[in-house]
Nanobody, 127 residues
Framework: QVQLVESGGGLVQAGDSLRLSCAPS????????VAWFRQAPGKEREFVAV????????DYSDAVKGRFTISRANAKTAAYLQMNSVKPADTAVYYC????????????????????WGQGTQVTVSS
């Protein structure tokens, strides 16, 4: 059984940096499309960033563009979310999601199109 394991969350101050990791465990498989979503208390889950293939395509939500970077070495290795200049509005549980196949634009922004999810990691940004 394939699972995704996130790590790297924690409590930081506004303006700090944080790096989240998303790694597959169990049976290794090729995750062509990997995305990060987040959910703040009382709010719906929202798309944060996506990477396809080995990084030939990336996209970000307007809320994080220019501050966050999604990366990975290839489709079988861990994916990362580098979070710079974090704000209190970034406080949420962050989830990674993966799909072995390509998820076309703009459908990768919809979490219902992913079959594999991690358990989530809490990020709290204090002002």
């Amino acid at each position: 059984q394939v699972q995704l394991v996130e790590s790297g969350g924690g409590l930081v101050q506004a303006g700090d940096s944080l790096r989240l990791s998303c790694a597959p465990s169990g049976r290794t498989f090729s995750m062509h499309t990997v995305a990060w979503f987040r959910q703040a208390p009382g709010k719906e889950r929202e798309f944060v960033a996506v990477i396809r293939g080995s990084g030939d395509y990336r996209d970000y939500s307007d809320a994080v563009k220019g501050r966050f970077t999604i990366s990975r070495a290839n489709a079988k290795t861990a994916a990362y979310l580098q979070m710079n200049s974090v704000k209190p509005a970034d406080t949420a549980v962050y989830y990674c999601a993966a799909e072995p196949s390509v998820i076309e634009t703009p459908y990768y922004r919809d979490g219902r199109n992913y079959d594999y999810w991690g358990q989530g990691t809490q990020v709290t940004v204090s002002s």
